[in-house]
């Protein structure tokens, strides 16, 4: 058999692309559903779960970069002839579906490695010692959730186009009865001879665009869909009338290690009652936080779930705390209570004052073990001990 394509059948080389890499796609869907299905509750479940998804990632990286050598060898290949040139509505969707595939095997994977960019943190590594991340894409919560919403409803589009590729393979083989098989597959001495027929690049051109068309309509859709689910405002600060500082603006962050890598997130919903005297420096402070605002990229879910925050049994978490100078800056010391277990706790804080409006930036470090948190994982290698927690925010006085 030659490595070129001829008129009748595809070479050695086209055939080994098509066929590694459809087995390549075929197992990255099956991964991917399969890492989805994986339950989350013990360490060694998350890890089974961190194994999945890296093997998934990384047949999608293998299924990228041989569509790259398989588009390479195309351009310098003739395509085999038309079988039933006659046929023109039947040929011209072929055409569609082998661009929309073409067009397929190079976004979904490119996709999913623009979202493993994208996620805080590293999230199941892809397993290759190359870099991690794509140059230039920012490690952007929101824009990782665009990207996964795309990546999700991607793989559907993609089935349906292997579906009907096959189902198209299928009626030549079983209906027609017409040798197109033997182009790609088995002798291809055995391929008919395709009818001479004029060429004209008007169907590839109308294909082409029509395969844009799909994945740009799947664009369109996911982005609506992303944007159906997205919270605004992102943060929801509420403040008690009877507090002496307003809470304008601010965030509340939170950051935990997760398989020796930093996942930053933020909790949407928070509140804050504010009391404080900027001639003694003292005050009080009493925060609610809704911990099912969480967002904690690839692993929110997973953190607001039993195992960890447990948001369903205890919904909300408090920090009553006074506030006293500590040198330059404060210190809000007091009880912190997280899935319903109260410890002693401090935030340093440093506090600018420009007449009625201060701005407050502070963290502190705990220990999840202290609240029960994750009781299963009783060591480090999947789930950090220390979790970060840090707020910036803009108050007015009342």
């Known amino acids: ?3 070129s394509n001829s008129t009748r059948a595809y070479g050695w080389v086209a055939r080994l692309f098509h066929w590694s890499i459809a087995v390549l796609i075929l197992a990255a869907i099956v991964l991917g559903l399969y890492a989805g299905s994986l339950p989350q509750g013990t360490q060694e479940q998350m890890q089974a779960v961190f194994s999945a998804f890296s093997t998934h990632k990384t047949v999608g990286i293998a299924v990228l970069l041989l569509a790259a050598l398989r588009i390479l060898w195309t351009l310098t290949q003739k395509k085999p002839r038309p079988l039933h040139p006659g046929r023109r509505l039947e040929t011209l969707l072929a055409e569609v579906v082998h ?3 073409w067009i397929g ?3 979904m994977p490119l996709t999913g490695w623009l979202l493993h960019s994208a996620a805080p943190g590293e999230f199941s590594r892809i397993l290759w010692p190359l870099a991690q991340r794509l140059p230039g ?3 952007d919560a929101a824009l990782a959730e665009r990207f996964a919403a795309f990546h999700e409803l991607g793989w559907w589009v993609l089935a349906g186009l292997i579906a009907l590729h096959v189902a198209g393979a299928l009626k ?3 209906i027609d009865r017409d040798g197109t098989m033997a182009r790609m597959a088995g002798d291809p001495g055995r391929a008919p001879e395709p009818p001479a027929a004029p060429a004209s690049m008007l169907p590839h051109v109308l294909a082409a665009l029509a395969g844009l068309a799909i994945w ?5 859709v996911s982005a609506t869909l992303g944007a159906e689910e997205e919270t605004a405002p992102a943060a929801q600060i509420g403040q008690a009338a009877a ?6 603006q601010g965030s509340l962050g939170i950051e935990v290690k997760q398989a020796g890598s930093t996942v930053a997130g933020q909790f949407g919903t928070w509140e804050a ?7 003694s420096r003292t005050g009080h402070v009493a925060a609610t936080v809704d911990i099912a605002s969480l967002a904690l990229g690839s692993v929110g879910d997973s953190a607001k779930g039993p195992d960890f925050l447990n948001a369903a049994a205890h919904p909300t978490a408090t920090f009553d705390a006074d506030i006293r100078p500590e040198g330059e800056g404060h210190v809000a010391r007091g009880q912190l209570t997280i899935a319903g277990k109260s410890v002693e706790a401090a935030l340093p804080f440093d506090l600018v004052l420009d007449g009625d409006t201060a701005t407050a930036k502070g963290r502190m470090q705990v220990d999840r073990r202290d609240f029960g948190i994750g009781a299963g994982y009783a060591d480090e290698s999947t789930v950090g001990f220390a979790v970060g927690i840090s707020v910036d925010l803009t108050a007015k006085r009342q």
């Open 137 to 139: 894409v920012p490690e």
């Open 243 to 248: 507090s002496g500082w307003a809470v304008q």
């Open 105 to 107: 095997m190079v976004i």
């Open 216 to 220: 740009g309509a799947t664009a369109a």
């Open 99 to 101: 661009w929309a595939l």
């Open 1 to 3: 058999m030659q490595a």
């Open 172 to 174: 030549h083989a079983l």
């Open 273 to 279: 009652r504010i009391d404080y005297d900027p001639d």
